[in-house]
């Protein structure tokens, strides 16, 4: 996620509740998010669609308990990098399919998790796509026994922001409450009624014939 430091949209009340049902059961539907929170169907559709557009929601897993399944080994590896591209370095890691966490920490160390099928994988991994990177040390290396928790945050932080884009012209959306357009299940939004405008001068055609053919199914 890219993030701005400036003209980000925070998430009002909202937009709180619907995470907060969200975050209980990622497979409520629309409707049922509607009844928990008193909204309508469609600010609930608007709401979610808004906020993975912006980067708020990565995306929607199911969360499998460690213990129940059978991946081999998973450690948490403290790298330490004497090199000055330590952001880059973090993200090459976060490529790899072994790698399933990476976390950038003071001191110039990055943390990460990886899943191997074996200790001696592990070991291999490590020493072939890790160590041969220039300046960088293996600082720790905990095998985990057993998971007692992992699951996401249970209280929402007060400070989450939206890097929401105009659909226009790519610009910052500032507005709590942006301009848009709706054609079916899609959502567009935009920073200023003039984008609005000119999106629909190009794309109102095409918008109204999807719509209408959603309404005859």
Known sequence: MRWC????????????????????????????IAQKTSLTTPTVSSRIARMTKAGLIKKFIPILSGDSVNRGVTALVTLKSGSASVQR???????MREVEAVYMTTGQSITMKVTLSDVQSLQSFLTENVLKKRGVEVTSNQIITSTV????????????VMNLKCDYCGGDVTSSRPYTISAGPSHYYFCCKTCRKEYLAEHGKRLAKITRKLQAL
Do not use: H, N, W
Not at 149 to 160: F, H, I, R
């Open 5 to 32: 430091l400036a003209l980000l949209v925070k998430p009002d009340a909202i937009d709180t509740k619907i995470l907060e049902v969200l975050m209980e059961d990622g497979r409520a539907s629309f409707r049922q």
């Open 89 to 95: 370095l973090a993200e090459d890691l976060a490529k």
């Open 149 to 160: 928790k992992e699951e996401p945050p249970s209280l929402l932080p007060g400070t989450m």
